[in-house]
């Protein structure tokens, strides 16, 4: 398998343009008494970074979790999570071995989940090893996971942008799909890829007499808006680029851009909200409006608390926006979408959408999260995503309130 070529390093080949769409790693432990990965030294953390061909170039902290913005995308530090994020040609499951070893020295030895995500290479030719594949790269994530008691790899979407999970699992439960009974501890993830980006939005984050810090960036672009009560570190790259991590109590967000015209690129994530709180529909078009991008697709990702003797349940709904199917923007069609239920009590939802002119064929109805939700609230705003809100009502992208799409249909339906 991998382990003959990786005694050696592949020379660096020309690339033709920079890789936006990142590879996405989340490592979770078992708690073990007074052990926290925050306590892991900086030169501990540059260890597996290193491997990673990746280095931390701005750091802010609270009282849940560190954050790094790296030279390519993030790092995400909890206790007993760990998440990496990283662009352009990074070797990001090459630093596994290290990873689980830097672990494994303060006490934290013993994996209870791990996920990987990422999107279709705008440059996949250039991808080094582990990356040449999905499927090396799956081979590479079971050497590590695959004595877990369940996994499963899936590819979703079309031919235009495909979305590629693994999810490895130490849960008991046998059956995909299956969930703890919906708690404030179930852990959404939102991560929305976007190309094609609007010229004027992509203006933003070149430097200029203007335009010199990452703060300016924020600032001319309207990131500040999308979750206005969170910290923001942000970073401005040379001549382009920008990066930023937010944190907002124990949930993070962050956003990474690629201007340049051919191949821009802005990438979404957030991580650990509360549901209840935070409008899934009002937060989307609250990133389309800092980018308008011509083409951008949506993955919702549902986890339940880990414990190996949990009472699992199906996965319910719970009165959310984020359980339902979201409902397209206006002057946005709905090109794919698709539903995967993953080990540990685990689901996803993978939607497509580009701009209406673009689109020659007829729209696709947009799958739920939750097995039980019938009708999505087609202009859903909570009043405690208030200060965002404020800014959506009257922006171009609001949903109009005849906007409504079917829910859950099965799978196969769809792909016929």
């Given at each position: 398998?991998?382990?003959?070529?990786?005694?050696f390093e592949e020379p660096a080949m020309p690339t033709p343009g920079f890789e936006g769409f990142e590879k996405r790693l989340e490592v979770e432990f078992f708690p073990a008494a007074a052990r926290s990965l925050r306590s892991l030294s900086r030169d501990q953390?540059?260890?597996?970074?290193?491997?990673?061909?990746?280095?931390?170039?701005?750091?802010?902290?609270?009282?849940?979790?560190?954050?790094?913005?790296?030279?390519?995308?993030?790092?995400?530090?909890?206790?007993?999570?760990?998440?990496?994020?990283?662009?352009?040609?990074?070797?990001?499951?090459?630093?596994?071995?290290?990873?689980?070893?830097?672990?494994?020295?303060?006490?934290?030895?013993?994996?209870?989940?791990?996920?990987?995500?990422?999107?279709?290479?705008?440059?996949?030719?250039?991808?080094?090893?582990?990356?040449?594949?999905?499927?090396?790269?799956?081979?590479?994530?079971?050497?590590?996971?695959?004595?877990?008691?369940?996994?499963?790899?899936?590819?979703?979407?079309?031919?235009?942008?495909?979305?590629?999970?693994?999810?490895?699992?130490?849960?008991?439960?046998?059956?995909?799909?299956?969930?703890?009974?919906?708690?404030?501890?179930?852990?959404?993830?939102?991560?929305?890829?976007?190309?094609?980006?609007?010229?004027?939005?992509?203006?933003?984050?070149?430097?200029?007499?203007?335009?010199?810090?990452?703060?300016?960036?924020?600032?001319?672009?309207?990131?500040?808006?999308?979750?206005?009560?969170?910290?923001?570190?942000?970073f401005a790259f040379d001549p382009c680029g920008y990066s930023m991590n937010g944190l907002e109590n124990g949930a993070h967000s962050t956003i990474h851009i690629t201007p340049e015209d051919g191949f821009s690129y802005a990438s979404f994530e957030c991580m650990?909200?509360?549901?209840?709180?935070?409008?899934?529909?009002?937060?989307?078009?609250?990133?389309?409006?800092?980018?308008?991008?011509?083409?951008?697709?949506?993955?919702?990702?549902?986890?339940?608390?880990?414990?190996?003797?949990?009472?699992?349940?199906?996965?319910?709904?719970?009165?959310?926006?984020?359980?339902?199917?979201?409902?397209?923007?206006?002057?946005?069609?709905?090109?794919?979408?698709?539903?995967?239920?993953?080990?540990?009590?685990?689901?996803?939802?993978?939607?497509?959408?580009?701009?209406?002119?673009?689109?020659?064929?007829?729209?696709?109805?947009?799958?739920?999260?939750?097995?039980?939700?019938?009708?999505?609230?087609?202009?859903?705003?909570?009043?405690?995503?208030?200060?965002?809100?404020?800014?959506?009502?009257?922006?171009?992208?609001?949903?109009?309130?005849?906007?409504?799409?079917?829910?859950?249909?099965?799978?196969?339906?769809?792909?016929?």
């Amino acid at each position: 398998m991998g382990g003959m070529k990786d005694t050696f390093e592949e020379p660096a080949m020309p690339t033709p343009g920079f890789e936006g769409f990142e590879k996405r790693l989340e490592v979770e432990f078992f708690p073990a008494a007074a052990r926290s990965l925050r306590s892991l030294s900086r030169d501990q953390i540059d260890s597996f970074l290193n491997v990673a061909e990746c280095t931390i170039v701005s750091q802010l902290s609270n009282g849940h979790f560190d954050s790094y913005v790296l030279s390519e995308s993030s790092l995400f530090i909890y206790p007993h999570r760990i998440v990496i994020k990283t662009c352009g040609t990074t070797r990001l499951l090459k630093a596994l071995p290290k990873l689980l070893a830097v672990a494994a020295s303060i006490g934290l030895a013993r994996v209870v989940r791990c996920k990987y995500t990422r999107g279709s290479f705008l440059f996949p030719e250039v991808q080094p090893f582990p990356h040449h594949s999905f499927d090396e790269e799956v081979r590479t994530l079971d050497e590590h996971f695959g004595s877990l008691h369940s996994s499963k790899h899936v590819v979703m979407g079309d031919d235009r942008q495909k979305w590629h999970v693994y999810v490895a699992s130490e849960s008991k439960s046998d059956r995909a799909g299956e969930a703890v009974s919906k708690s404030s501890n179930t852990i959404y993830t939102l991560e929305v890829c976007m190309t094609e980006l609007d010229k004027s939005v992509a203006r933003s984050f070149f430097k200029s007499a203007s335009i010199v810090t990452g703060e300016d960036m924020t600032r001319a672009s309207g990131i500040n808006s999308i979750l206005p009560r969170s910290q923001i570190c942000d970073f401005a790259f040379d001549p382009c680029g920008y990066s930023m991590n937010g944190l907002e109590n124990g949930a993070h967000s962050t956003i990474h851009i690629t201007p340049e015209d051919g191949f821009s690129y802005a990438s979404f994530e957030c991580m650990g909200y509360d549901p209840a709180k935070t409008g899934l529909n009002a937060l989307i078009d609250r990133v389309l409006r800092c980018f308008k991008p011509g083409f951008f697709s949506v993955c919702v990702h549902a986890a339940p608390p880990v414990s190996t003797d949990s009472v699992t349940l199906p996965l319910k709904s719970t009165g959310s926006t984020w359980d339902k199917a979201i409902s397209a923007p206006v002057a946005y069609a709905c090109s794919g979408s698709h539903k995967e239920e993953l080990p540990g009590g685990s689901a996803v939802v993978y939607h497509t959408f580009q701009l209406a002119k673009r689109f020659e064929c007829g729209p696709t109805q947009v799958i739920a999260l939750a097995d039980d939700e019938e009708e999505v609230a087609a202009d859903s705003l909570n009043t405690q995503d208030e200060a965002g809100a404020n800014a959506y009502k009257t922006d171009k992208l609001r949903r109009p309130t005849e906007t409504k799409v079917a829910m859950l249909q099965p799978v196969k339906a769809r792909r016929g």
